[in-house]
């Protein structure tokens, strides 16, 4: 089973392939061929999202006939949405990490103030007896 993502993709893939064989006109297809050889249905949110909001697809509604556009051809020639989603997830993933790290430092403030503070008083109490040895000798 197909992701949404993965099915924008397949489509758009698959629309461009078939435009760059026929390099004088852009080949129209049915949703039948486009069913028959992907699994895909014209009615599958994926499809409806390329032609609808991304205008990725042209579809002539009277016909049924579509074809990539210009846009969807120029998105999946250098882009995917399986790269966007992976992008997207690892930036989540970032952000998580980024705060859980500020919430550690935060809990841990306390914890690393104190011992900061004797390490001071160690390095202090260190460096006087280091001079009173010194003075003796």
Same mark, same amino acid.
């Given at each position: 089973m197909k992701s949404f993502n993965e099915k924008c993709d397949s489509i758009l893939i698959y629309l461009k392939e078939l435009a760059d064989k026929r390099q004088d006109v852009m080949e129209l297809i049915r949703s039948d061929k486009l069913k028959s050889d992907l699994g895909i249905d014209i009615n599958?949110?994926?499809? *409806?999202? @390329?032609?609808?909001?991304k205008k990725f697809i042209d @579809?002539?509604?009277? =016909? *049924?006939?579509?074809?990539? =556009? =210009?846009? *969807?051809m120029a998105f999946i020639s250098h882009s995917s949405f399986v790269d966007i989603q992976k992008t997207k997830e690892e930036d989540v993933q970032l952000k998580w990490y980024e705060t859980q790290n500020a919430k550690d430092v935060f809990d841990n403030f306390s914890t690393t103030q104190r011992n900061s503070k004797l390490a001071l008083i160690?390095?202090?109490l260190s460096a006087i007896l280091t001079l009173i040895g010194l003075m003796k000798k």
């Open positions: 599958d949110p994926a499809f *409806g999202y @390329l032609c609808n909001d @579809l002539d509604r009277k =016909s *049924g006939y579509f074809q990539i =556009s =210009s846009a *969807g160690i390095a202090v």
